[in-house]
C-alpha cells in the first residue's frame, strides 16, 4: 500500500490503528509516523481482506527481538516492513519474515563489503556491472527476510549465513547447508524498489515470482 499522501489521523483509518501506535508514532519525524501508521493500517486490512476472525485492529506482542506475534491468534504468523512510501506485509501458516527497500541510493564500498560474505561477493562481482546496483538490495532485502523469519533480526549476525543467488529462487545457506527457509524475490510497486518474502520450510509449490496484491490506500 503506497501511504504518500495519506492522512491516519483521520476518523476512517480508526478501525485499523491501535492506541499504541498512535502514541509510539507521535514520538516519529513526518514521514516515518506515516510509514509506521501505514503498516499497521495494511496490517489490519490485510486480515480483514482474508476473512480473518480477529477483532480490529489486531493486538499484537514481540518477542525479545522485536518481531510481532499475534496476541489471539499466534498460529497466524504476520511480518511486515516499510520502506519510501510504501508498506509491505505477510500472513502466513509459516514463520515468516519480509523486507521492503528503497533502491535510489547507490550503496557505498564499505556498505557492500559489510553486507555481502566471501562468496556472495565473487558472484557479485561477475555479473555485469549496471545489474549490481539491483542486485544489491536484493541481496539485502533476503538477508533481512531470512532474520525477521527467524525472529532475532540484527542479533543474528550476517556471517552466519549466506544467500546463493544463483539458481531461479534465493536460497540461503547456514553452517554450510540450506537453513530451511524458502525465499522469493518479490515485485513490488517499481523499479525503485525490491523487496523478499522468507518462509520456515520447503515449499516447492510457492512460485518463483509471487504475486503481490495490492490494496489501494484508500
Known amino acids: ?45 490485510s486480515l ?18 522485536g518481531k510481532p506475534y499475534l496476541t489471539d491468534m499466534p498460529e497466524l504468523y504476520v511480518n511486515w516492513s516499510h520502506s519510501g512510501t510504501w508498506v509491505i506485509c505477510v500472513l502466513s501458516d509459516r514463520e515468516a519474515g519480509i523486507d521492503l527497500q528503497e533502491t535510489r541510493k ?4 564499505s556498505l557492500i563489503r559489510r553486507v555481502l560474505q566471501p562468496k556472495e561477493q565473487d558472484y557479485y562481482a561477475q555479473v555485469p556491472e549496471a545489474d549490481r546496483h539491483r542486485l544489491f538490495y536484493e541481496y539485502w532485502t533476503v538477508k533481512e527476510s531470512y532474520l525477521k523469519a527467524l525472529g532475532t533480526g540484527f542479533q543474528t549476525s550476517l ?8 539458481g ?8 554450510g547447508r540450506t537453513a530451511g527457509y ?26 518463483v515470482h509471487p504475486s503481490v496484491e495490492y490494496l489501494p490506500p484508500g
Open 1 to 45: 500500500m503506497n501511504v504518500e499522501g495519506q492522512d491516519f489521523r483521520e476518523k476512517k483509518w480508526d478501525r485499523y490503528l491501535s492506541e499504541e501506535r498512535k502514541k509510539a508514532a507521535e514520538r516519529l519525524r513526518h514521514g516515518a509516523e506515516q510509514l509506521s501508521l501505514g503498516a499497521e493500517v495494511l496490517l489490519n486490512r
Open 48 to 65: 480483514r481482506a482474508w476473512g480473518v476472525q480477529l477483532s480490529l485492529p489486531a493486538a499484537y506482542t514481540r518477542n525479545r527481538y
Open 106 to 109: 547507490e550503496p557505498k564500498e
Open 159 to 166: 556471517d552466519t549465513f549466506f544467500v546463493g543467488m544463483e
Open 168 to 175: 531461479p529462487c534465493p536460497t540461503v545457506f547456514a553452517e
Open 182 to 207: 524458502t525465499c522469493r524475490l518479490l515485485e513490488p510497486a517499481g523499479r525503485d524498489y525490491a523487496a523478499a518474502v522468507c518462509i520456515e520450510g520447503v515449499h516447492p509449490e510457492l512460485p
